[in-house]
């Protein structure tokens, strides 16, 4: 099966967002339940979210130019914190929602329909999230795994819900309805935080997985010479683009030439092994080497 674009995935997600907001929003109409009006109001961060995910996304991969000439990968951070935000104020409206019908219980409607309904939908945020997962993975987009995930959060959420709404309308209970809308909210800020920082780690240059630097320095042990050696190698992760900088000792003795087509040959082996755009700092190996190479040019430069 051909694999979509990211584009492609996050289209499906908000027409998939919008059918489950359909299927929710008629669950609550039927029952009068709080807990699927929470479940209905989660779906519309969905699509909120996946809107502003395709944006981000579709920005994120416009060619590097003058003023981005490390291109605009981190742009879906910005997708990831944006839809940790929007699940922080979906909380805080449900718990609202909640605490009313606490205070004011109301008999629940026609229980059977509405757990159909969102039964449903629950089974098309599960087939979207995978589709999502997937795509994500393969293009290492932030953005999509963050959808995916939330997703996935909903999924059983609703699960969640159905069951809530099924014991209060078994037992009579009417406050169970509402409790369950509660420890929905509670659910999703977990998800909203996570969300978050997972969006700050990237802004902020976080690294790349250790197993994905472990492959890195696999490809610079077979490739550097024995009279050679690398040091410092550092990574870091923009949006889908990954970046590494290394420092390669060579003996002083070589030629430019030489040296420069040892480091051509590292920086392409590792961008086709591994998608990471490196750039490689050449010294004698008879010189001390330097600890920190942001110490070597002064305290205002920084290695990409």
């Known amino acids: 099966m051909r694999t979509l674009t990211p584009q492609q995935a996050l289209l499906l ?11 929710k929003a008629g669950a609550w109409w039927f029952t009068g339940s709080v807990g699927y009006l929470s479940d209905a109001l989660e779906s519309l961060v969905n699509l909120a979210g996946a809107s502003f995910a395709l944006a981000m996304v579709q920005y994120a991969r416009i060619p590097a130019d003058e003023d981005h000439p490390f291109g605009h990968g981190k742009a879906e951070y910005f997708s990831a914190a944006f839809e940790g935000a929007l699940i922080f104020v979906a909380a805080l409206v449900i718990i609202v929602f909640a605490v009313e019908r606490l205070l004011h219980p109301q008999p629940l409607g026609e229980l059977g329909l509405g757990a159909v309904l969102s039964a449903v939908s629950a089974g098309i945020n599960f087939l979207v ?33 159905i069951a809530g709404v099924a014991l209060a309308g078994a037992t009579g209970l009417g406050w169970i309805d509402p409790l369950v809308a509660i420890a929905v909210a509670l659910n999703i800020l977990r998800e909203g935080w996570y969300l978050l920082r997972r969006s700050i ?35 870091r992760v923009s949006g889908p683009a990954r970046f590494a900088h290394v420092n390669l000792h060579v003996p002083g003795a070589w030629s430019v030439a030489r040296s420069h087509a040892l480091a051509d040959r590292i920086e392409q082996a590792i961008c086709q092994q591994t998608g990471t755009r490196v750039i490689t700092h050449v010294e004698p190996i008879e010189d001390r080497p330097v600890a920190d190479p942001d110490e070597s040019c002064g305290p205002d430069c920084q290695a990409v």
């Open 13 to 23: 997600s908000i027409l998939a967002a919008l059918a489950t907001i359909a299927l």
């Open 129 to 161: 999230s995978r589709v999502l997962t997937r795509v994500g993975h393969a293009h290492r987009s932030l953005a999509l795994e963050a959808d995916a995930r939330h997703l996935m959060v909903d999924v059983w959420t609703t699960i969640g819900v």
């Open 201 to 235: 780690g990237g802004l902020m240059d976080e690294a790349q997985s250790p197993a994905d630097v472990a492959r890195i320095e696999a490809i610079l042990d077979e490739l550097v010479m024995p009279e050679c050696r690398y040091a410092n190698l550092k990574t």
